[in-house]
């Protein structure tokens, strides 16, 4: 009886985790304050002290997001979750869906939308370019979509899309639009009232600051408008956003159990963003990224994207020819304990991605970075 | 510009968490070396060191899960995301699926399969009662139906039910079996190999006693089977298990941002686990519930499941008439700092439920909560 069979592994020694500078595309550093909160012991998720820190977050969300939605939550699940949690609500089998497609996030919000019946045509763009209003306006009278979905922080780019002009387009069509913003919450302006912007969603652990496991959004009048009109349920209960507002809002009824360490995190992180305000923020993300973009300049290298689209919170530089690009991470990693990504899809091999973000966004970073680069390039 | 109109909320206060003893239906309580692991700064979710954490996790939950199933992992949500992973990855739109219903979980479990296409039947039990074999090959026989799920440990009722001999019935039928051990992994016996289940599921926040957030799941070869004949894709993109292997495997490709921290508690959790030993933690499970049985009789208290079905994770006590139950619970918590639970669906009101899972289980605990339920109900 008892474990034959399986013996236990051997995980004899206590977790001892080794210190990185995490300059990739996400997770970025954790402010030690947050961390210290994950280490708070837990109460259960109907807690009245668990309750009131619900509120908390919603409301600093809803700073975050410049908007007054009430339906304005964090999704249990990473930015991923939060994505299909956009897709699956506002998408039912045989919908028109535009997906505008410039890099690997837009291309998996076409990949969802396909898996749950959606009737989805792309607009696309070489990788590290952005759409412009016109052929947008284009498409949509092209095709009449219900929902529009566009990614404004491309992270396997590095191109900043603007958004201002869309939603106007969208809406004059009668259509909702989904706005990705996994890479710019927090770190660059997203501002979904002003915009009229009908969900948008983003992650933790970019430039929020916060580990990776919650997964904010945010859903206006027209998109709350969708869900009421639907004729068949969402496929998941998960993600049903009809369910969630009964936990989140006055019932207090049990959906599932919320990861409670994990939102002790997000209110601890979202205090930090208000203290520090959220136009500082966002000066101090882009006062970074051009200090790191001088650096690579002045290094001889080339960004992947024209500066004018160019996301503040990650940079795609180019890979000199004759230069091992893994190598070179590995390096950084085991000699400097700095971490940056390689290319993913169409760029594999081709760049390098180096993050921005949250509490990574330091001078400090960007030139342990820069010159950890000057010795392994030279 | 900037953040008018949505003045920055009042968040002035550092998180400051109130200590509990969380003695409800999970989160139980977080042993202080997980919490300390939670607080360990991040490294990405590729980098050398977490993908050895998440080797280390897989052997470990193969140990606790009593299997040497390859595809054993935790999927990046709760319980109930876990419960909807089994679920998606399973049915097929227009496949039968039988769920024996006896509490609130066995019905979840058939409305998300409802929601997911599945040509769904429900065998009944009343809340707090067990199935027979006899009546499960009954319903096979009826049905024929290509998936079987049953709750092991019914969280509503507290009702243990017995599974071994389920699964030849199932398998003589071609059927394959899912079984939820959300309440029992880590607390009572769960034999995967042993007894031949296909489908086996948990969450962390209960006998593995690491904060909600992760659920850990198993599949074995005929699950593994219905995965490569299935003539269409899973509905989810975040809960198709057949791009996990992807990342938890030996191609390490990104799916989604593993949650770091989660994952440096489940492994900390699963140390412990290990250290312990599955059967001392079976048998520890076990003496502190009867420990709270005995006391309960002791008050003149009832449990509302018969003995030899009880759940040694969690207790449903009766209230008493004339009790005013929540009031008892609101003075528990306020008095005492002992977190218990109200009953759920059709017990709502008539039943206490009250968890001793993982850390949480302990004399101790018992003891303390013996006390105060002597002086709030004399």
Same mark, same amino acid.
């Not at 990949?111 to 412009?132: I, N, P, S």
């Not at 530089?317 to 390689?342: K, N, S």
């Given at each position: 009886m008892g474990d034959k069979g399986n013996p236990s592994p051997r995980l004899g020694e206590k977790l001892a985790v080794p210190k990185r500078i995490l300059l990739g595309p996400g997770p970025s550093q954790v402010d030690p304050q947050v961390l210290e909160a994950m280490a708070c012991p837990l109460v259960g998720h109907l807690d009245p002290f668990f309750l009131q820190l619900m509120d908390e977050i919603q409301e600093s969300l809803r700073y975050v997001f410049q908007t007054r939605n009430p339906l304005t939550l964090p999704v249990s699940g990473t930015g991923t979750a939060a994505m299909e949690t956009a897709v699956v609500n506002m998408v039912e089998p045989g919908d028109r869906i535009l997906v505008c497609v410039n890099g690997y996030f /837009?291309?998996? %919000?076409? $990949?969802?939308?396909?898996?749950?019946?959606?009737?989805?045509? &792309?607009?696309?763009?070489?990788? /590290? #370019?952005?759409? &412009?209003? @016109? #052929?947008? $306006? #284009?498409?949509? $009278?092209?095709?009449?979509?219900?929902?529009?979905? %566009?990614?404004?922080? @491309? &992270?396997?780019t590095g191109a900043l899309q603007p958004i201002e002009d869309i939603p106007p387009i969208v809406h004059a069509a009668g259509g909702i639009l989904i706005v990705d913003a996994v890479t710019s919450l927090g770190g660059v302006p997203v501002r979904v009232d002003e915009w009229d912007l009908d969900v948008c969603y983003s992650g933790t652990q970019k430039c929020l600051g916060c580990p990776p496991g919650l997964g904010p959004i945010t859903f206006g009048p027209r998109a709350e408008q969708v869900l009421r009109q639907r004729k068949v349920p969402v496929s998941s209960f998960y993600f049903d956003v009809s369910l969630l507002p009964k936990y989140w809002g006055e019932e207090r009824l049990y959906h599932h159990t919320a990861p409670i360490t994990a939102n002790y995190a997000l209110r601890e992180g979202l205090r930090i963003v208000v203290e520090e305000g959220l136009e500082n923020r966002w000066r101090r993300h882009r006062r970074n990224a051009e200090r790191l973009w001088d650096g690579l300049e002045a290094l001889g290298l080339q960004c992947h994207v024209e500066k004018p689209n160019r996301l503040p919170t990650l940079t795609t530089?180019?890979?000199?020819?004759?230069?091992?690009? +893994?190598?070179?991470?590995?390096? +950084?990693?085991?000699?400097?304990?700095? @971490?940056?990504?390689?290319?993913l899809g169409e760029l594999k091999g081709k760049v390098w991605r180096i993050g921005l973000m949250g509490y990574s966004s330091s001078e400090e970073n960007v030139d342990l970075l820069l010159e950890a680069l000057k010795k392994l390039l030279k």
């Open positions: /837009g291309s998996r %919000i076409a $990949q969802m939308a396909v898996r749950h019946g959606g009737d989805v045509r &792309t607009l696309e763009r070489r990788w /590290g #370019e952005v759409f &412009t209003p @016109e #052929e947008i $306006q #284009e498409a949509v $009278q092209a095709f009449s979509p219900k929902v529009v979905a %566009i990614v404004q922080a @491309e &992270t396997s530089v180019v890979v000199p020819p004759g230069v091992d690009e +893994l190598q070179v991470r590995r390096r +950084l990693l085991e000699e400097y304990a700095i @971490e940056i990504a390689g290319g």
